[in-house]
């Protein structure tokens, strides 16, 4: 799995537009959480697709972009979650052990 770090607020920018071309994928990642845990180990056993942007946020290192990503997004925070972005809109999320490589597959495709 090849994540793209989420560390910068600005990047969220970047993320929307690039959505336009390729689908974006966002997983927001409790360090302090086992049920995050788990679902970040499920989705590095199985095979991302290769048409697809992944990125991983620290939410706890970066609550600020968390909680920027709800507000521009439109979704409710939680953790664990996946996104997908494409055309500039979130038009999938999930959260805790309905995170699936298989749900986010068929959201890209």
């Keep these: 799995m090849n994540w793209i770090p989420l560390t910068e607020i600005d990047q969220l920018d970047q993320i929307k537009t690039s959505?336009?071309?390729t689908p974006q994928v966002i997983f927001k990642h409790s360090t302090r959480c086992s049920i995050s845990s788990m679902a970040l180990n499920r989705l590095e056993r199985d095979t991302?697709?290769?048409n697809a942007n992944f990125y991983y946020l620290d939410l706890i290192k970066y609550r600020s972009i968390s909680n920027a990503i709800a507000e521009i997004f439109s979704v409710f925070?939680?953790?664990p979650q996946i996104?997908?972005?494409k055309n500039?809109?979130?038009i999938y999320d999930e959260s805790h052990q309905g995170i699936s490589m298989?749900?986010?597959a068929e959201q890209v495709a």
């Design 102 to 104: 298989n749900e986010i």
């Design 83 to 85: 996104l997908v972005i």
């Design 88 to 90: 500039g809109e979130c």
């Design 77 to 79: 925070h939680e953790s």
């Design 48 to 50: 991302a697709p290769s």
């Design 19 to 21: 959505s336009f071309l």
